[in-house]
């Protein structure tokens, strides 16, 4: 968490301290997906879990219909009328929080005047859903400053829909639900059709989950993303002539889909549908060992899971490979895996604590040689969804 005291004080020199009205303060984490890459908009399981860090909103009230912007991460500062909420390209990140005033006005909800800071401790474009956690802090904290109901579940719904139709990225719902419905040492099993979820305690003893960060940047991401949505879209037609009902690849299970495969004639498209069907299968797999405390079986799936991503969904890139064959030749490592969208960003490792130093130093070192880019390492803890900050 940012240091509260700085942040006020920042809050004010933009803002002022005329206003009597409190500065109220919320946060909303970032998110590691562990396992179920790529299955949240097929109606499948994914399991991930909010992080430590994410970011924070400083907000207070003003007397008239204006809304203060403001970041510390970036130099963009303006005030925009609530009156006129639009997608503007030159407002670069304010689109998110612009985002969620449409969608709360939407629904006939009242939002007033405000002066906002924002402070962001996620590595934009990293992967670990730093607009999901802009979007879900803006929308529990303009909701619950307005006094109407912050459901957490149709806040993560809310803020999927801000990206998906303000935004215009396809994405699914798992990281808003993740940066909304996260608890403290646990992850999320999560089955995306229905929503229906379960909080599992996320016990890994003395292995840690270490975050490497490429810091590649993602380019073309969101075309590469629709792309592999038409793709599944298209298995799904397909293979209604055996199964008329079906409207999402999760409804398969593997068996139905091994016996059935070959009514998708073209074999990208196959391949595709092949990942979707075993992922999900391995979170499946999965919560069975975590539930017997076989992490050694949990990082064979996490490898399982890099690998098809790597060949059969193909949203891996040179970076996020290497940087998990360099993590695999650490001893103490049970597992790696690229997370998120994947085509850069992060990848997330289970290792031996008496490991991790090494870990840093080798894998940051070779991946270093082989690709000319300086990577960032988190170790990383389990934090809670969203929440409002009260002072001690
Ligand atoms: C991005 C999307 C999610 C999900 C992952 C891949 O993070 O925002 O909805 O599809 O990619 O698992």
């Given amino acids: 968490m940012a240091d509260l005291q700085a942040l006020k004080g920042r809050f004010t020199e933009l803002y002022g301290s005329e206003n009597a009205e409190p500065i109220h303060v919320f946060h909303a984490p970032g998110r590691v997906n562990l396992i179920g890459e790529h299955t949240d908009y097929n109606g499948g399981y994914v399991f991930p879990a909010a ?23 970036f130099p ?39 002066d906002i800071l924002y402070s962001g401790a996620i590595p934009n474009g990293s992967g670990l859903s730093s607009s999901a956690s802009i979007e879900v802090v803006t929308a529990y904290g303009l909701l619950t400053m ?13 803020s999927q829909k801000a990206e998906n139709e303000f935004m215009g990225v396809k994405c699914g719902i798992m990281d808003q639900f993740a940066v909304a419905m996260g608890k403290k040492d646990h992850a999320i099993l999560l089955m995306c059709d229905t929503l229906e979820y379960k909080h599992v305690p996320f016990e890994s003893g003395a292995y840690k989950l270490v975050i490497g960060n490429t810091n590649k940047k993602r380019g073309l991401v969101d075309s590469a993303y629709n792309e592999r949505r038409s793709q599944c879209e298209q298995a799904v037609k397909d293979l209604q002539q055996q199964f008329p009902e079906l409207t999402l690849l999760g409804q398969l299970n593997l068996e ?38 076989d992490l050694e079986a949990f990082g064979q799936l996490m490898i399982g899971s890099h690998n098809s991503l790597r060949d059969l ?13 360099e993590a695999l030749k650490i001893p103490g490592v049970l597992g790696s895996r690229m997370t998120g969208a ?10 031996h604590e008496d490991s991790v130093e090494t870990f840093i130093e080798q894998v940051g070192r070779v991946y270093k040689e082989k690709t000319g880019l300086t990577a960032d390492f988190y170790v990383c803890d389990i934090g809670n969804g969203v929440e409002q900050v009260t002072e001690a």
């Fill in 146 to 158: 307005e006094g109407h109901p912050a459901d957490k579940v149709q806040i993560a719904l809310m």
């Fill in 313 to 325: 969904y193909e949203v891996t890139c040179l970076e996020l490979d290497v940087m998990v064959e």
């Fill in 76 to 114: 963009l500062h303006k005030h925009i009328s609530i009156n006129n909420i639009a997608f503007d390209p030159a407002d670069d990140w304010m689109n998110y929080p612009k985002g969620i005033i449409h969608e709360i006005q939407k629904k006939g909800l009242s939002v007033g005047g405000y």
């Fill in 256 to 293: 139905q889909f091994n016996a059935y495969q070959h009514l998708i004639p073209d074999e990208t498209v196959r391949k595709r549908a092949r990942h979707v069907v075993e992922e999900i299968d391995r979170v499946l797999q999965s919560m069975k060992v975590l539930e017997k405390g």
């Fill in 342 to 351: 994947g085509f850069g960003g992060c990848t997330v490792s289970l290792v």
């Fill in 51 to 73: 992080l430590t860090f994410g970011t924070t909103m400083l907000i207070r009230k003003r007397e008239d219909e204006q809304v203060g912007f403001a970041s510390t991460n």
